[in-house]
């Protein structure tokens, strides 16, 4: 009683196909397909982290390395 027998899963089967019909299932698993591409795609798109521009980069001075904040508070001073 706690699991499905063949039969059972046969009259789902039927059932189904009495609802859907045999030529929309395709379609509806074509559907599904692209859904799940399509999700992939988004999921590794959002993994890719934008390459960060130049600006972000230490810039090297005479005294040394100085950090783009720094950098940036001693032209502001200029």
Excluded: C, N, R, Y
Aim: proline share 5%; no cysteine.
């Amino acid at each position: 009683m706690g699991s499905f027998s063949i039969w059972h899963w046969l009259v789902v089967l039927v059932i189904v196909l009495l609802l859907f019909g045999a030529g929309k299932i395709p379609k509806l698993m074509g559907d599904m397909a692209k859904g799940v591409t399509a999700f992939k795609k988004g999921l590794k798109d959002g993994e890719e982290e934008p390459a960060k521009p130049a600006d972000d980069a230490p810039q090297v001075t005479e005294q040394g390395v100085v950090s783009t904040t720094e950098a940036a508070k001693k032209e502001a001073k200029v």
